[in-house]
């Protein structure tokens, strides 16, 4: 069974940083994998998505925001900093057999396997 497991998220002040983890496990067939973003009442957004040729980034964490892959580990990354109070949210990892795609970037119903979610509260 593929499994993703987020870690990594907690609170902090506007302005701070964090990094959030997802350790993958083996059979996760993915070529696309990214970080989606859900706030109570609203729709989970995508936030950054990356496969072996493109990152993609949502306009609102650009410059703020950075993903990674640590293929020896089976780890992805999000390296968040400058955070903002709208960034408040449950964060959540997830894979899929389909490429990377750039604008629009892919919706959540087009990802197969998901985290389940780590929470990351940014105060002003």
């Known amino acids: 069974q593929a499994q993703l497991v987020e870690s990594g998220g907690g609170s902090v002040q506007a302005g701070g940083s964090l990094r959030l983890s997802c350790k993958f496990y083996?059979?996760?067939?993915?070529?696309?994998m990214g970080w989606f973003r859900q706030s109570p009442g609203k729709e989970r957004e995508a936030v950054a998505h990356?496969?072996?040729?493109?990152?993609v980034y949502a306009d609102s964490v650009k410059g703020r925001f950075a993903t990674t892959i640590d293929s020896t580990e089976n780890t992805l990354f999000l390296q968040m900093n400058d955070l903002k109070p709208e960034d408040t949210a449950m964060y959540y990892c997830?894979?899929?057999?389909?490429?990377?795609?750039?604008?629009?970037?892919?919706?959540?119903?087009?990802?197969?396997?998901w985290g389940q979610g780590t929470q990351v509260t940014v105060s002003s």
């Open positions: 997830a894979a899929t057999d389909r490429w990377c795609r750039i604008k629009p970037m892919l919706p959540a119903t087009d990802f197969e396997r």
């Open positions: 083996s059979p996760v067939n993915r070529r696309c």
């Open positions: 990356i496969d072996r040729v493109s990152t």
